[in-house]
C-alpha cells in the first residue's frame, strides 16, 4: 500500500461544476496535510494547507480533512479551464522523517 | 524575484558521469529538499537539510549527495550517473523544518544515457 494515494484519475467537469479529487494516507500518526497544483511542464504550486479536521475555505477552493477516516480531500468550485493541471496531495509522514510524501497525482481537465 | 533558482535547466549526461545540479534559494529558507518526479511514481524525497550544516537521508538517496554550507545553497551531486537516475529534479524549500509548505524551483531535466 503506498502511503498517499489519490484517485488515479484523469478527471474530467465541465466548466462551472465542481471538482472533488481525493486522497487518503497511511501514516494515522500525520499532522499536516497539502493540495499542490502543477501545470504541465511546471514545478509544483502550493494551493491549500489543512492542518485540523474539518473544512478550510480559500476561495474557490475548500480542503477537507478527517483523521479518523484518514481523509483529505480538494474541492473545487465553479471550475475554469485555467484550473486544469495535476493536483498532488503531500502529506507530512513520520515514516519520511516527518518531511512530505506526495501521492501521483490526479489530473484534471475542464472542459469549455 | 524572490525564488528558488535551479541550474541547468536540461542536461543529458553520459551514465558514469560526475554531475551536480544547482539550488540557490533567496528566501532564506531554513529547511531545503530535493525530489525527484518520475512518471507514475510521483515526487520522491532524495535528500534534504534541516539548516545549514545538516542534512538528511529522504525515501530515495543511494546514488546522491548533497551538502549545506550556506543558508541559501543546496546542491545534489550524482558521483557516478545511472540510466535510472533519468528523473526531474526539483528542489524546494520551506521557512520551518516541519512545516511542509514547500516552495519549489523550476526543476532540472536529467537525462542519463
Known amino acids: 500500500q503506498k502511503e498517499v494515494e489519490q484517485n488515479s484519475g484523469p478527471l474530467s467537469v465541465p466548466e462551472g461544476a465542481i471538482a472533488s479529487l481525493n486522497c487518503t494516507y497511511s501514516?494515522?500518526?500525520?499532522?499536516?496535510f497539502f493540495w499542490y497544483r502543477q501545470y504541465s511542464g511546471k514545478s509544483p504550486e502550493l494551493i491549500m494547507s489543512?492542518?485540523?479536521?474539518g473544512d478550510k475555505e480559500d476561495g474557490r477552493f475548500t480542503a477537507q480533512l478527517n483523521k479518523a477516516s484518514q481523509y483529505v480531500s480538494l474541492l473545487i468550485r465553479d471550475s475554469q479551464p485555467s484550473d486544469s493541471a495535476t493536483y498532488l496531495c503531500?502529506?507530512?509522514?513520520?515514516?519520511?522523517?516527518?518531511?512530505?510524501?506526495f501521492g501521483d497525482g490526479t489530473t484534471l481537465t475542464v472542459k469549455p | 524575484i524572490a525564488g528558488i533558482t535551479q541550474a541547468p535547466t536540461s542536461q543529458i549526461l553520459a551514465a558514469g558521469r560526475r554531475m551536480t545540479l544547482r539550488c540557490t534559494q533567496d528566501?532564506?529558507?531554513?529547511?531545503m529538499y530535493w525530489y525527484r518526479q518520475d512518471l507514475g511514481l510521483g515526487l520522491r524525497l532524495i535528500h534534504y537539510?534541516?539548516?545549514?550544516?545538516?542534512?538528511g537521508k529522504g525515501e530515495v538517496p543511494d546514488g546522491y549527495s548533497v551538502s549545506r554550507a550556506n543558508t541559501d545553497d543546496f546542491p545534489l551531486t550524482l558521483a557516478s550517473a545511472v540510466p535510472s537516475q533519468t528523473s526531474v529534479y526539483f528542489c524546494?524549500?520551506?521557512?520551518?523544518?516541519?512545516?511542509?509548505?514547500?516552495?519549489f524551483g523550476e526543476g532540472s531535466r536529467l537525462t542519463v544515457l
Open positions: 537539510s534541516n539548516t545549514a550544516g545538516t542534512t
Open positions: 524546494a524549500s520551506s521557512q520551518g523544518t516541519d512545516t511542509g509548505e514547500l516552495f
Open positions: 501514516d494515522r500518526g500525520s499532522q499536516s
Open positions: 503531500a502529506v507530512n509522514s513520520n515514516t519520511n522523517a516527518g518531511k512530505s510524501t
Open positions: 528566501m532564506r529558507h531554513n529547511a
Open positions: 489543512i492542518y485540523s479536521n
